[in-house]
C-alpha cells in the first residue's frame, strides 16, 4: 500500500500529459500531499516521565499525524519502539494502565512462583539484601531493580512483530540509541531483536543493570534501506546502557534516517535543586542529570522553523513515578493540546491517514512448530536438566504465554539476573529452535544473605543473634545444593544440608537430602502463675537427618525420612548439688519424620495475601540411658495461615497446635508460647508443655510511606488465645488465656522491625513493651 501512495502522483502526471489542457488541470493531485514532508518522530529519555509520550501519542492521532519514522532514547525508545511495532496509542494507554510496576521491577519472581527450597529461607532471612563470591572475591548486584519483568512485559507486547529483524520492516522504521559502556560511544540499534534493543535502551546506570548484545554498527546517517556507497557494517559485542548518557533526544539520528521535519517530545528530568545534593544518591543523579541536559539542549538548537518541540510540564513527577501512569500521560495530552496550531500543519487528509493507519496494522506472524529448545549465556548453570519442568516442549506449535511461564519458572531458581526468550531457525534447517537466554548472576554461585535479631522487652530482657546463610548452587551439573546457615550470640547454631535431586526418569523430581545441625538455647522455667523463672536450663543438641522428598511444583514439598538427635540439659543457675544431678541429663531419639507443605504467601512478613499449611509428625524411640530406655514417642505439630487483604487493609489469620506423647521423664522441648504475638504480655517461653493450642488474627494497615531498603510501614493490632498443658489429658478449653498487642512494623533489609505493645490478663500474664528487629 505504501508503494502504490509513493508512485501515485507521478502515474497521474504522465497520464495527464495525454489528456487535452482543461482535462489535465482537473487530475493534478493535491498540492499540499505531493508536498508533505518526511516526518520523524523523536521521544527522549526520562523514566516514568516518558510515559508522558503517549499523551503525546494519543493528541497525534485524533489530529491525523503520521510519523514517517520514530527514534527513541530509554523509556522513549520502549514508547516509540511499541508505537512502530504497530501497537496505536489507545493500545499503550490500556495495556501500561494495566501494568503492575511494583512486581515489573521486583528483584525476583513473585514469592508465590519460587520452589519450596528458595521460600523457606524468608523466614530466617530477608531476601532483600543478598550478595554473592565469586572467584574469591565478594561482589553485590550491579542494580537496584530487576529489569526481567521489563523483558518479558516487552516480549510480550512485540510479538505479533517478533520475526521482524530489520527495523525499517516495522510498520514504522525504528531507530533506539544506547551508550557503549566500554568506548562511551553512541549506538544506534536499527536491527535485532525489538524487545532487547528497547531494553537496552533503558539500562539506567545503577538501576538496571547493562546489557551484552551483538550490534550491528553503522553510520547514523544512513537512511532506511541503506546507501550504495555507504560503509559495511561490521558486528561486534557491546556492553550496551542507557542512551541518554550519549544521546537523549535523538534528532540527528532521526535526520539521518531521511526525516525532513521533526516533531521531538522532551520529557527529560531536568536539574535537581541544591537541597537533593546532601546524600551520595542525590549528587550522583545530578551528575547523570547533568550528561543528559547537556545533549538534550545540543539537540534541540538544532531545530528549525520547519520542527516542532513539545516539553510536557510535569513538575515534580520523577523519573520513579510509575504508579502515576494516568497524570503523566494526561500531561503529555495537555502538552500537545496546547500546539495543536503548529501541530495541524503536519496533519493529512482523513483518507491518507486511514491507508497510513492500515499499513501499520499489526500482522501476527504464522504460527510455528518447534522442533527443538535451547538454552544459551549460561556458564555456571545446567538448564537442560530442567527442560522436562517446562511447559514448552519440542513438536508443539510455539506459543509464546507458554514460553513467557517457562521463562519465569527458569528465573525463578535464582540463578539468573536476565532470563528472555526467541524463536530461530535451526543451522541444519530442521526447523524453528525455541532459544532461553539466560544471563547468570554475576555475584553467583555462592549466595549470601545477613540478618540480625535484637530484642528488648524494656524491662531488662534483651539479647542479639547475628545470622548468616550460605547457598552454593551447581556443585554438580545435575544441581546439587550446599545451604549453611551460622547464628551467634543468643541461641548459637549452625545447619548445613546437601542437596541432590535425583532424575530417576522423564518427569521426575525427587530429591535426596542430607542434613545435620548444631545449636544450644537457653530455657527458662516457670512455676504456673508466675513471672519469673524458677531455673534457667542449658539446652544443647546435635541432629542428623536424612530425607526422600519431592517439590510439588511452585506449590511446596513433602519430605520423609530418618532423623537422629542428641542433646544434654544442664542447670544454667547455683544449685543445690543433689538438684544438679537430676537436672543433667543426656538424651537421645531416633525415629521417622514425615513433613509437608504448602506455601503459596506472598510475603514471609507482613504478607498481604495467600496461605501456608505444614503438617510434621515425628515417631520413633527415646532413651536417656538411665531411668528411660526405647521408649516410644510421637508428636504432631500442625500450622495453618490465611491472609486476605482489601487495599491496604490485611486481615491475617493464624493457628497452631503441637501434641507431644512420649515418656513423662523426656527432656525434648519443651514447647513453649509466651512473647509478642505469642501471647504477647507474657515472658517469652513462660508457658510450656507437650500439649500446645494456639490462635492469632493479625490486621495491619500499609502506610503510603515507604523509607529505604523496607518494603513499606504497618500499623495494626492482634488479637491471640492459647495455652500450653504438661500433657494432652489435661487439655480444657476453660484454660484458654486471652493476650493482645497494638504494633508499628516495617518490613526491612534485616528483617521485619516492630514497637509493639502487648497485654495479657489474668494470672502470670501484664503489659510488655517489645522492640526488636528481626525475628520475635
Not at 51 to 62: C, D, T, Y
Not at 233 to 259: F, Q, S
Request: one cysteine or more; charged letters at 25%.
Amino acid at each position: 500500500m505504501p508503494a502504490r501512495l509513493a508512485f501515485a502522483p507521478s502515474f497521474i502526471l504522465c497520464f495527464a500529459a495525454l489528456l487535452p489542457a482543461g482535462r489535465a488541470e482537473e487530475i493534478q493531485p493535491p498540492a499540499a500531499e505531493a508536498a508533505r514532508p518526511k516526518l520523524g518522530l523523536v521521544l527522549s529519555g526520562g523514566g516514568a516521565r516518558g510515559l508522558a509520550h503517549v499523551g503525546v501519542l494519543k493528541v497525534l492521532e485524533r489530529e491525523r499525524v503520521p510519523a514517517d519514522l520514530i527514534t527513541g532514547t530509554s523509556m522513549g525508545a520502549i514508547i516509540g519502539g511499541l508505537y512502530a511495532s504497530g501497537m496505536s496509542a489507545a493500545d499503550l494507554e490500556r495495556e501500561l494502565l494495566l501494568v503492575s510496576w511494583d512486581r515489573v521491577f521486583a528483584g525476583r519472581v513473585e514469592r508465590q512462583q519460587l520452589s519450596q527450597r528458595r521460600k523457606e529461607e524468608d523466614f530466617e532471612f530477608s531476601p532483600v539484601i543478598e550478595f554473592g563470591m565469586r572467584d574469591g572475591e565478594l561482589r553485590a548486584p550491579q542494580s537496584t531493580l530487576s529489569s526481567r519483568g521489563l523483558e518479558i512485559l516487552l516480549r510480550r507486547y512485540t510479538r505479533p512483530v517478533r520475526q521482524v529483524r530489520n527495523f525499517d520492516q516495522l510498520p514504522t522504521p525504528f531507530r533506539a540509541i544506547a551508550t557503549d559502556m566500554e568506548t562511551g560511544a553512541q549506538v544506534v540499534l536499527d536491527d535485532g531483536d525489538l524487545a532487547l534493543a528497547m531494553r537496552s535502551s533503558m539500562s539506567v546506570p545503577g538501576v538496571f543493570a547493562p546489557t551484552e548484545m551483538v550490534v550491528d554498527l553503522a553510520p547514523v546517517d544512513t537512511p532506511p534501506g541503506g546507501r550504495a556507497d555507504a560503509p559495511a557494517k561490521t558486528a561486534e559485542e557491546r556492553i550496551l546502557g542507557d542512551g541518554g548518557l550519549v544521546n537523549n533526544l535523538p534528532i540527528d539520528v532521526a535526520r539521518g534516517m531521511g526525516a525532513q521535519s521533526v516533531i521531538a517530545v522532551n520529557v527529560g528530568t531536568p536539574l535537581a535543586p541544591r537541597k537533593t545534593l546532601s546524600s551520595l544518591v542525590g549528587v550522583t543523579a545530578q551528575m547523570i542529570n547533568i550528561l543528559t541536559e547537556q545533549n538534550v539542549q545540543r539537540s534541540i538548537a538544532s531545530l528549525g522553523e520547519q520542527d516542532l518541540l513539545i516539553t510536557p510540564l510535569l513538575g515534580e513527577l520523577t523519573s520513579g513515578d510509575f504508579d502515576k501512569v494516568r497524570e503523566l500521560i494526561a500531561q503529555g495530552e495537555r502538552a500537545a493540546e496546547e500546539l495543536l496550531p503548529q501541530l495541524r500543519r503536519f496533519a493529512v487528509p482523513p483518507e491518507a491517514y486511514a491507508q497510513w493507519q492500515l499499513a501499520r496494522r499489526q500482522r501476527d506472524a504464522q504460527g510455528t512448530r518447534l522442533a527443538a529448545i535451547r538454552f544459551e549465556g549460561s556458564e555456571l548453570t545446567n538448564p537442560a536438566v530442567m527442560v522436562r519442568q517446562l511447559q514448552s516442549k519440542p513438536g508443539q506449535t510455539f506459543d509464546a504465554e507458554r514460553a513467557e511461564r517457562d521463562a519465569q519458572h527458569l528465573a525463578s531458581s535464582g540463578d539468573y539476573e536476565r532470563v528472555d526468550y526467541h524463536v530461530e531457525p535451526q543451522a541444519d534447517g530442521s526447523g524453528d529452535a525455541l532459544v532461553y537466554t539466560l544471563e547468570d548472576k554475576p555475584w553467583g554461585p555462592n549466595y549470601f544473605r545477613v540478618g540480625i535479631d535484637l530484642s528488648t522487652d524494656m524491662a531488662g530482657d534483651s539479647f542479639f543473634n547475628l545470622r548468616v546463610s550460605h547457598n552454593r548452587h551447581w556443585l554438580t551439573p545435575s544441581g546439587t545444593e550446599w545451604r549453611n546457615q551460622l547464628s551467634i550470640g543468643h541461641d548459637p547454631r549452625l545447619f548445613s544440608e546437601l542437596y541432590q535431586p535425583l532424575q530417576l526418569g522423564k518427569g521426575s523430581d525427587w530429591f535426596v537430602s542430607g542434613w545435620g545441625e548444631v545449636g544450644r538455647r537457653n530455657i527458662p522455667l516457670y512455676e504456673d502463675g508466675a513471672d519469673r523463672p524458677l531455673l534457667l536450663l542449658n539446652r544443647s543438641a546435635a541432629t542428623l537427618g536424612l530425607d526422600l522428598g519431592q517439590p510439588w511444583a511452585e506449590l511446596g514439598e513433602v519430605r520423609l525420612g530418618l532423623v537422629r538427635q542428641d542433646w544434654r540439659i544442664a542447670s544454667r543457675m547455683q544449685v543445690a548439688p543433689e538438684i544438679d544431678a537430676v537436672l543433667r541429663q543426656h538424651w537421645r531419639e531416633y525415629g521417622l519424620r514425615l513433613l509437608a507443605v504448602v506455601d503459596q504467601l506472598d510475603f514471609a512478613n507482613f504478607p498481604q495475601r495467600g496461605y501456608r499449611l505444614s503438617a510434621e509428625l515425628t515417631s520413633g524411640k527415646q532413651s536417656n540411658g538411665k531411668d528411660v530406655r526405647d521408649a516410644s514417642f510421637t508428636r504432631t505439630e500442625l500450622q495453618a495461615n490465611g491472609v486476605m487483604s482489601w487495599g491496604a487493609h490485611t486481615l491475617n489469620l493464624y493457628g497452631r497446635t503441637l501434641d507431644a506423647r512420649q515418656s513423662p521423664d523426656s527432656t525434648q522441648g519443651p514447647y513453649t508460647l509466651g512473647g509478642f504475638q505469642q501471647l504477647s504480655g507474657y515472658k517469652k517461653d513462660q508457658l510450656s508443655g507437650d500439649t500446645l493450642v494456639f490462635g492469632r488474627a493479625t490486621y495491619y494497615l500499609r502506610l503510603r510511606d515507604k523509607p529505604v531498603l523496607t518494603r513499606g510501614f504497618f500499623v495494626g493490632g492482634s488479637l491471640e488465645i492459647g495455652n500450653a498443658w504438661r500433657r494432652s489429658q489435661k487439655f480444657a478449653l476453660e484454660d484458654l488465656r486471652p493476650a493482645g498487642s497494638v504494633f508499628l512494623g516495617a518490613d526491612t533489609g534485616l528483617g521485619p522491625l516492630y514497637l509493639a505493645l502487648g497485654y495479657a490478663p489474668g494470672t502470670g500474664g501484664g503489659t510488655a513493651v517489645y522492640l526488636f528487629i528481626g525475628r520475635p
